[in-house]
């Protein structure tokens, strides 16, 4: 099996091997190379560290200085899928937004399986793209269960081998529709072909999450479900693998984590007239030179 295949399988082999799969956003190699090699050792002998990457429209267009409205285009997404994958070896889940019509959205599925992505997850939203995120008064249309199936199953039926995945993102709790709508949309987005759910909330509380888990667990034909805590970010890992998450995603973290220091360091320099106040926000010169080691000449 070439690496590319091999690379692409990882992720469902995952699912099949861990209780809980963690995921961490990256948007750039060095921030891929973050993902790939951090590791934590815990007093009690554990060994955690991340699992796979998310490659997410917001932190790549936001780390382009455009905003998340779909202006970074898939050629665009696609040099930096492959700037991240060139220097990491763990699978790849690539946000597609609502992944277009299904006939352009076939196209990106194969795309990403050739360079090696794990799963795709498009959205059930239509219209222009706006972050979920956004505040209550921005508008979101939710695309009817009839349409996103017809795009799932164009997209299962475009990809060429058995391991790529598909992965439904249901926004019905984000545009306050209900669970009932998104267990609905759930069974249905299944039917179709999806090889993963991704239940998305905005709210500070865990509670409707946790009350989707409980009764989409008794779903005979479901999927792995994922979440995404950037909100309702008190729950714990352990919390939600009890519910039934298989997959948790650190979505947007290392970009947020990165720009307030780089604010503080531009804004020593202009307080100070020098960088040597700035120090304290910044890497040694040795370490970032070492960051990243030189290939050794055989």
Avoid at 69 to 93: A, C, F, Y
Avoid at 205 to 213: T, V
Wanted: aromatic share 4%; hydrophobic share 40%.
């Amino acid at each position: 099996m070439n690496e590319v295949n091999s690379r692409t399988k990882r992720l469902s082999e995952l699912l099949e091997s861990k209780d809980v799969v963690r995921v961490l956003e990256a948007h750039n190699g060095l921030t891929g190379l973050i993902v790939e090699n951090t590791k934590v050792h815990h007093e009690d002998g554990r060994e955690t560290e991340f699992d796979a990457i998310w490659e997410g429209s917001l932190s790549d267009a936001v780390s382009k200085g455009k905003p998340d409205i779909s202006v970074v285009d898939v050629g665009m997404r696609v040099q930096t899928i492959q700037e991240i994958l060139d220097v990491t070896s763990k699978p790849m889940i690539v946000d597609a937004n609502n992944g277009n019509f299904p006939e352009i959205f076939g196209y990106t599925v194969r795309t990403l399986e050739r360079l090696g992505v794990s799963a795709v997850s498009i959205e059930d939203k239509v219209d222009k793209k706006r972050n979920s995120l956004h505040d209550d008064d921005v508008a979101h249309t939710q695309d009817t269960i009839e349409n996103f199936c017809k795009k799932i199953a164009h997209g299962k039926e475009s990809q060429r081998g058995k391991n790529f995945m598909i992965i439904a993102r249901i926004e019905s709790l984000i545009l306050k529709q209900g669970i009932d709508d998104a267990l609905t949309r759930a069974e249905a987005y299944i039917a179709a072909g999806a090889d993963a759910i991704l239940i998305h909330s905005k709210q500070k509380s865990p509670d409707e999450i946790l009350e989707f888990c409980a009764r989409y667990s008794k779903i005979a034909n479901r999927k792995p479900l994922i979440a995404v805590p950037t909100i309702y970010n008190s729950i714990t890992e352990n919390e939600l693998v009890a519910a039934g998450v298989s997959i948790v995603i650190y979505a947007n973290h290392l970009l947020r984590s990165a720009y307030p220091t780089m604010i503080k360091t531009a804004e020593s320099i202009l307080t100070n007239g020098r960088s040597l106040e700035a120090d304290e926000f910044c890497m040694p010169m040795p370490d970032v030179l070492n960051l990243v080691p030189e290939p050794e000449v055989k």
